[in-house]
C-alpha cells in the first residue's frame, strides 16, 4: 500500500503570479478512510506550505464556502473524501482572489 499521496493544488497569487500554476505536495496517506479534502488542506498548510490560501470556515456543510473541485468534480471541501491521488483547483465559474479561494455569489451556485 503506498504512504503517499499525491496532492496537486493550483495556485494563484495575483501579487505574485503572472498565471495561475500547479503546485504538487507529497501527503503522508494514513488515515485517508476518515480524511476529508479539508483535513488534507490543513495539513498542507500546518506541515508543507503556510502560503496556500482555502477557505475553511463552518465544516459543517452548511455555509459552501469551501468549495472547490477535485478531480474535475464540484465538492465541499469539508465534505469529500480524500483520494490518493487529487487534484484540487478553485470552483469554476467563481472569480479568483487567491489560490483557492474565491469570490462567494450565491447567484452563480
Request: with cysteine; proline share 5%; net charge neutral.
Amino acid at each position: 500500500m503506498n504512504d503517499i499521496a499525491i496532492v496537486k493544488i493550483k495556485r494563484f497569487d495575483p501579487s505574485l503570479d503572472k498565471e495561475p500554476r500547479y503546485q504538487t505536495y507529497e501527503v503522508p496517506a494514513e488515515g485517508w478512510v476518515q480524511r476529508k479534502v479539508i483535513d488534507t488542506l490543513r495539513y498542507i498548510y500546518e506541515n508543507l506550505d503556510a502560503t496556500l490560501a482555502f477557505r475553511e470556515p463552518c465544516r459543517q456543510r452548511l455555509c459552501g464556502a469551501c468549495l472547490v473541485c477535485v478531480n474535475d468534480k464540484r465538492v465541499l471541501a469539508c465534505d469529500a473524501m480524500s483520494e490518493a491521488t487529487m487534484i484540487i483547483e478553485p470552483a469554476a465559474k467563481h472569480r479568483l482572489i487567491k489560490d483557492l479561494v474565491v469570490e462567494i455569489n450565491r447567484e452563480n451556485d
